[in-house]
C-alpha cells in the first residue's frame, strides 16, 4: 500500500524536504524554483501515494503542527482510491444477506458513490427504496504502518519538525485503527439510529434486515453536498455543520474524526443537515463532556483563567497553578495566523490559538485524540466560513452562532428528563434525598447556564462603564432568574414525586402543577441563556 523508505527519501530530496545532516547542511542548498514548500510536501504525499495520504488526510487542519500555507496545500489533495470491486461486493452481499441480498446485488450500480482510504459504498435497491451499500477494506497491515514510520522520518524541512515526531505518529497509527472496524461503525449508528428524530442533525439509520458485520445498509439521503453550497456562499449551511460538531460533542459524547464537507448534505426540500456516512466516530469520557462543554463556552465569551484551566483539564486530566500560567503565558505570546484575503470567523482563530499554545507547552503528547480531532473540526469550519464569504456569503462567526441552540436542547432535554419518574428513582430515596439532589441539580443547572452564556459583541463602542454596568445587570438577572429555575424544578420534583402517591382528585392537581412548572422552568431556563 506504499512504498519503502528508501523510495520515500528519494521523493523527498526531489522536492527538497529531505533530512539534511551535517554535510548537506555547509553545501550550497538547491535552487528555489519558486515553488512553496507546503506545495512540495502536498505533491511529495500524493506522489508516494497509500499510507502518505492518509498522513495527509490527518494533518489536514491540524493547525497545532502546520502554518496556515501548510493546511490550504493539504486541503487540495483529492485522493483518487480504487473501489473493491462491484463483483466482489455483490459478492459479499449474497453471501451475508441470503435471499433478500440477491436482489440488492443484481440490481446494485456499476460504480461506487464514494470509495475512501477505508469504505467503498454503492447504490442498489430494497423494498423499493434506495440504499446504501457499504463494505470496509482490510485492514493495513502492521508492517505496512512501520514502513511508513520509517520512510517518514527522511522528512526534514524544519517547517514539517513536528510532524514526525514519535507522539504525532502514534496518534496517526490511533487515528487509522480507529476507521477500520466496520463493527464498531456499527455499534455507533445503531445508538444514533436510536436517537433518531432526538438531534439536531439526522445520521444514517441502519437497515438491520440487511446489515451485518460486514456491510452496512442504510437509505439513501438525496441533496446538496455540504462542499458545493460552501462554492455558492452558504454561511447558513457551516452553521448547521458546527451545530453537528458541538452537538455530537455535548449531548452524543463524540466526535467526527474526519470530518469531511462531502459526507454532509442539506437534503432535497428539507432544512436539517443530513450526515451520509459517518466512518471515522471517536468516542469522549463522560467526565470530559461537561469539561469540554465550560471550555467551549469559556473560548466564546473571552474568559482566558477557565478557558485555560478546563482545556488542561481536558489535555492533561489536571489544571494546576504552575501549568496554568505556563499555559496562559503561551497564549498572550503567540499571534493568530494571518489568512490572507480571508475572512475568518474569531472564535476559530481562538481555538487555533489555544491549541498551537497547547502543542508549544508539550506535555509529553499526553492529550487525548478525542480533544485534538475537536480542535481540528472547529479549524475546519473556520475554514469554511471564510471559503463562503469570499463566495459571497454573509460574515458572521459560524461557532458562536451554533453554540446557543445546541445549549439550549441540551438544557431543555435535561429538565424533560425528570418528567420521567424512572429518572427520579435513580436518584432519590425518600423526601430527604429528593431535596437534596434537586438542589445540588438545581446548583448544576445555574452553573451550566451561567458558563454556557455567550456574550455578544456590538457593533456599537460603548464605554468600559457601561460595560461594566451591563455586565453587572446581566450577572445580577442571571442569579436571580437561577434561583427561581431552582425553585421551580424543586416545586416540578415533589409534584412528580407525590402525585405519584396521591389519589384523585389531588394526583391530576399535582400533575397539573408539575406540568405548570416545567413551562416555567424552560421559560426561565431561556431567559437566562
Known amino acids: 500500500m506504499t512504498n519503502t523508505g528508501n523510495s520515500a527519501a528519494d521523493v523527498f530530496r526531489q522536492f527538497g524536504l529531505e533530512a539534511t545532516g551535517f554535510w548537506r547542511s555547509v553545501t550550497v542548498p538547491p535552487p528555489d524554483e519558486g515553488i512553496r514548500p507546503s506545495e512540495k510536501f502536498r505533491s511529495a ?17 491540524r493547525a497545532d503542527l502546520l502554518g ?55 447504490l442498489s435497491w430494497h ?5 446504501v451499500v457499504q463494505v470496509a477494506r482490510e485492514p493495513i497491515v502492521d508492517s505496512v504502518l512501520a514502513e511508513f514510520e520509517v520512510g517518514i522520518q527522511f522528512l526534514g524541512h524544519p517547517d514539517l519538525a ?25 455499534s455507533y449508528l445503531a445508538v444514533l439510529g436510536r436517537n433518531q428524530g432526538q438531534t439536531l442533525v439526522d445520521y444514517p439509520v441502519l437497515i438491520e434486515e440487511i446489515t451485518t458485520d460486514r456491510i452496512l445498509c442504510w437509505p439513501w439521503v438525496e441533496g446538496e453536498p455540504v462542499s458545493s453550497l460552501i462554492r455558492r456562499g452558504s454561511v447558513e449551511a457551516i452553521t448547521q455543520v458546527a451545530v453537528a ?37 471517536l468516542s469522549v469520557p463522560p467526565p470530559s463532556v461537561n469539561v469540554g462543554m465550560k471550555y ?28 496554568d500560567a505556563r499555559l496562559l503565558n503561551l497564549m498572550s505570546g503567540i499571534e493568530p495566523e494571518l489568512k490572507i484575503r480571508l475572512w475568518y470567523p474569531g472564535s476559530a482563530a481562538a481555538f487555533e490559538s489555544n491549541w498551537r499554545a497547547l502543542e508549544k507547552l508539550g506535555l509529553s503528547r499526553a492529550r487525548p485524540l478525542y480533544l485534538d480531532c475537536l480542535h481540528r473540526n472547529l479549524i475546519a469550519i473556520g475554514y469554511w466560513t471564510a471559503d463562503a464569504i469570499s463566495a459571497g456569503g454573509a460574515a458572521h462567526d459560524t461557532i458562536t452562532a451554533a453554540h446557543s441552540p445546541v445549549v439550549s436542547r441540551e438544557l431543555k432535554a435535561s429538565a ?55 455586565d453587572s445587570r446581566r450577572g445580577g438577572r442571571r442569579l436571580r432568574m437561577s434561583f427561581v429555575a431552582g425553585l421551580l424544578l424543586v416545586a416540578l420534583l415533589v409534584a412528580l414525586l407525590w402525585g405519584s402517591r396521591a389519589a384523585e382528585p389531588a394526583a391530576s392537581f399535582l400533575l397539573a402543577t408539575a406540568l405548570a412548572c416545567l413551562a416555567g422552568l424552560i421559560w426561565t431556563v431561556r431567559r437566562i441563556g
Open 416 to 470: 424533560s428528563q425528570f418528567l420521567d419518574p424512572a429518572v427520579l428513582k435513580e436518584w432519590s430515596v425518600g423526601l430527604t434525598l429528593l431535596t437534596f439532589g434537586t438542589m445540588r441539580q438545581a446548583n448544576r443547572l445555574a452553573e451550566e447556564v451561567r458558563e454556557h452564556n455567550i456574550t455578544l459583541a456590538a457593533d456599537t463602542r460603548p464605554s468600559l462603564l457601561d460595560l461594566q454596568a451591563a
Open 296 to 323: 467551549v463556552a469559556a473560548v466564546l465569551e473571552g474568559n482566558a483563567s477557565v478557558t485555560v484551566q478546563t482545556l488542561l483539564t481536558l489535555a492533561a486530566g489536571e489544571s494546576t497553578a504552575a501549568l
Open 68 to 122: 496556515v500555507d501548510y493546511l490550504n496545500a493539504l486541503r487540495q489533495i483529492q485522493p483518487v482510491i480504487a473501489p473493491v470491486a462491484q463483483q466482489a461486493v455483490a459478492a459479499l452481499v449474497r453471501v451475508e444477506l441470503g435471499p433478500p441480498g440477491d436482489e440488492i446485488a443484481r440490481r446494485m450500480e456499476a460504480e461506487p458513490v464514494w470509495s475512501t482510504l477505508f469504505r467503498t459504498a454503492y
Open 45 to 61: 504525499l500524493e506522489q508516494l501515494g497509500g499510507v502518505y495520504l492518509a498522513f495527509g488526510q490527518f494533518l489536514r487542519w
Open 245 to 281: 460538531v458541538l452537538e455530537q460533542f455535548f449531548t452524543l459524547a463524540m466526535v467526527d474524526a474526519d470530518l469531511d464537507a462531502d459526507a454532509l448534505v442539506l437534503p432535497t426540500g428539507g432544512m436539517r443537515l443530513a450526515v451520509r456516512r459517518f466512518n471515522r466516530p
Open 162 to 186: 513536528r510532524v514526525t515526531t514519535p507522539g504525532i505518529l502514534a496518534e496517526f497509527r490511533q487515528w487509522i485503527r480507529g476507521a477500520e472496524s466496520t463493527v464498531r461503525e456499527r
Open 127 to 131: 423494498k423499493e427504496t434506495i440504499v
